[in-house]
């Protein structure tokens, strides 16, 4: 009986041995990442940053429970040269797209083929990467067309110029043009963003075995100013004094631009509540990585009233305006049981940041340098984290601007280009609202930041300042 029990329990050990090895062996399974990109959402455009008059509770309960960035940039005042710092993990003084430059009949002026991007990054480290919404950073075709940018799938707008419609007479599939009869000569029939968050969703459900890396680029809230009357835009139909809007520039008028903007910003937040729910029926919610921001400040185009909403909350300035309401945006990170719940972080962070940070999630080593900072050790640890030396932005645009932050130090420059000059300081640590320059008081520093402004950048061929 001995030898018995001894043979059993030998047996036992050896048998459970490979089991141990096997399970130690097991690699730790990828995080996913899907990154949410609104297009022209204010800082203050939602609940959890301030907004009283809109509804978000969906975008509100992601930052219950994940974690809230108070100072984070975005890459540019406007919509291209925002993606492209994103996209290449550069910022705007070394970004080859610096401006909205446009190219005919469809499409934007496009990166060279070898540009870095994190859909190459992503992509070479094994995972499924898919982009639906808004591209803007090359016509189709082109050397940079989103499946040349590292992506396997892209749904949506190529071109940010035929973005400003809800309702386009096409969209893109891959290479593959997508007809949208039903919106032709005024239909509006198909909800764009309706269509490519059908999709997007569909991505999810598509890969939910494997690694993927998803970004939602939807044109919400965006001009025009035009949803279906559903029953999210009843919930404003009736609850702001409105004035109809009729477009000089080719936007689709406004019956209610105020209630129309509203709802479409909580149809937008019905979209992230959406893609939670998904993550958590398909069991990936503690296996997901959600980041949600915006490309730049709230616009005053199509009939849109920031300052009605407060769009840009306690900051002063909007898209194309390089003061703290133009490049100051939202951003909210959630990853249940990592992101730890309800914090709130004064970390600065930049688009540019979202390049190393994932290159540090994937343990991948970039093949170049970036102007960004992996920010991984805030989101999950609290310890380690770098911090920026200074953020620089330049806007090419209404005369030209720079914008440079040391610390807490603003400097703005502008009429660059065809007039005089301007420069200004400020102290955001004890003027947020960027009111009072203080370049007058505090000479060196002045002179320390215009330095530093002309060595943040190179020159452009294509966006110049010019001399």
Known sequence: MKAQT????????????PIF???????????NVI??????????DIGCYGQEKI????????AKNGMLFTQNYAGCTVSAPSRASLMTGLHTGHTQIRGNEEIDPEGQQPMTADTYTIGKLMHATGYTTGIFGKWGLGYPGSTSDPNSMGFDEF???????????FYPDHLWHNKERVDLKENENNGRRIYSQDLIHEHGIQFIKDNKDKPF??????????AELNLPHDSIYKMYENQFEEKPYYSKYGYYPSEKPKASFAAMVTKLDFYVGQVLEELKRQGLDKNTLVIFSSDNGPHREGGADPDFFKSYGPLKGVKRDVYEGGIRTPM?????????????????????DILPTLSELTKTKLPLKTDGISILPTLFSGKGQKQHKYLYWEFHEEGGRQAIRKGNWKAIRQHIVGGKPTFELYDLSKDIHEDNDVSAQFPQVAKEMKNLMDKARTESPIFKFGK
């Not at 059993?8 to 050990?13: E, Q």
């Not at 890396?213 to 965006?222: D, G, R």
């Open 213 to 222: 890396f998803a970004m939602l680029t939807y044109t919400l809230p965006h």
């Open 6 to 17: 001894l043979l059993s329990l030998t047996s036992s050990v050896l048998l459970g041995l």
């Open 21 to 31: 090895k096997c399970e130690a062996a097991k690699k730790e399974k990828p995080i």
């Open 155 to 165: 749904f949506g707008y190529n071109c940010q110029r035929q973005a400003h419609s």
């Open 332 to 352: 909210i990170a959630w990853l249940p049981g990592k992101v730890q719940a309800g914090t709130k972080t004064n970390q600065i962070t930049a688009f540019w």
């Open 55 to 62: 509804k978000t509770p969906n975008i509100d309960r992601m």
């Open 35 to 44: 990154y949410i990109l609104a297009d022209d959402l204010g800082y203050g």
